[in-house]
């Protein structure tokens, strides 16, 4: 059981940036999967969620109509894609995959971590 995020990096605030999510085969079971992101110092947040099949998403109310999730079953990944990236969004990014088809915001939903991804905004 593995997921890998990549394509952090350093961007300048209003850039954009997209995440991946790789995931090997988790279960038999088809999984959610959630971003979540850990500021220094803070608690890890929950950033984004999709269903299985991709129908069902959810976001944390401050990131709506900034972040979008979406993800590829038959490519294994999942995409975060980051618009009009602010100063607080610097932080490190983690993909999680659920023991259950639909998403949801809490990380005791989520079983398996990837080892994350950092973005840092800055000018």
């Known amino acids: 059981v593995q997921l890998q995020a990549s394509g952090g990096g350093l961007v300048q605030p209003g850039a954009s940036l997209r995440l991946s999510c790789v995931y090997s085969e988790i279960s038999m079971d088809y999984n959610a999967i959630g971003w979540f992101r850990q500021a220094p110092g803070l608690e890890r947040e929950f950033v984004a969620g999709i269903s299985w099949r991709g129908g069902s998403t959810l976001y944390a109310d401050s990131l709506k109509g900034r972040f979008t999730i979406s993800r590829d079953n038959a490519k294994n990944t999942v995409y975060l894609q980051m618009t009009s990236l602010k100063l607080e969004d610097t932080a490190v990014y983690y993909c999680?995959?659920?023991?259950?088809?639909?998403?949801?915001?809490?990380?005791?939903?989520?079983?398996?971590w990837g080892q994350g991804t950092l973005v840092t905004v800055s000018s």
């Open positions: 999680a995959a659920a023991l259950s088809a639909y998403a949801g915001t809490t990380r005791d939903r989520y079983r398996y």
